[in-house]
């Protein structure tokens, strides 16, 4: 995860993000995101004079760290033995 947009703005110093720069930080399209918004996986924050959707950063850190930790548990899994089938095609 990066931890500055383009501009060299720290985004964790932030109180909210737009829906495009939560989507870099997560690295993820801007339709993702918006699903997550949908779920109430990030929360919205209601900013004065706001044209555009806002999202808290707490909400960003939140889901990354879920994601990081899933992440973590798939790759902790056992690794699974081979299935072997075996076919007896003589007929008796």
């Known amino acids: 995860m990066r931890q500055a947009l383009g501009n ?36 919205v924050v209601s900013l004065p004079d706001a044209k555009r959707i806002a999202i808290a950063v707490r909400s960003v850190v939140r889901l990354s760290e879920r994601i990081a930790d899933s992440r973590a548990a798939r790759n902790r899994t056992a690794q699974r033995p081979w299935l072997r089938l075996v076919v007896d095609n003589d007929p008796k």
Request: glycine share 0%; net charge negative; aromatic share 6%.
């Open 8 to 43: 060299d703005n720290p985004w964790r110093m932030r109180a909210a993000v737009s829906v495009a720069e939560a989507a870099a930080i997560l690295d993820r399209s801007t339709s993702w995101v918006r699903d997550r918004l949908t779920d109430n996986s990030l929360e």
